[in-house]
């Protein structure tokens, strides 16, 4: 299983990302998504997503590396977009495929989760009126992330 890992800013197509995870499979018996979305909390106008190319590749290819020897996937997608992204448009795409529903959705909550916390992006918030803010780590998602460690 070779994941797809794709930083890109062109939107995403779920369908088609979906048919292109699936195509010709007949052992894929569970199948989970998610799909992180902007939201315009306290005026929001976008998000500024920056990263540095290769490293952010890198870091998600080892953490894909993991949920693949964590659990039996038959396919991973991760597609992670940069630059401008407007409220309301999609950030973050992780599909997982498996055998079965368990492995599928779990790979996909660890890999959102960690996505949250260790993949080398930077977000820059801009306001409605010219204000703007770096978005700082959360507690919430580093707590979401300890979750998956060893015990």
Known sequence: ???RIAIQEAPFDLAAETARLTAGR????????????????????????EHYPGMTERAIARIAAEAADRWPLLGLTVIHRV????????????LTASAHRTAALESCAFL????????????????????????EAKAADDAAAARWKPA
């Open 26 to 49: 007949q052992d894929v018996g569970g199948l989970a998504s998610f799909v992180g979305l902007c939201r315009a909390d306290d005026g929001l106008a976008a998000m500024v997503l």
């Open 112 to 135: 959102i989760d960690w996505l949250k916390t260790g993949a080398p992006f930077w977000k820059r918030e801009e306001f409605e009126g010219g204000a703007e803010r770096w978005v």
């Open 1 to 3: 299983m070779t994941p």
């Open 83 to 94: 630059g401008r992204v407007e409220p309301g448009a999609p950030i973050v795409l992780v």
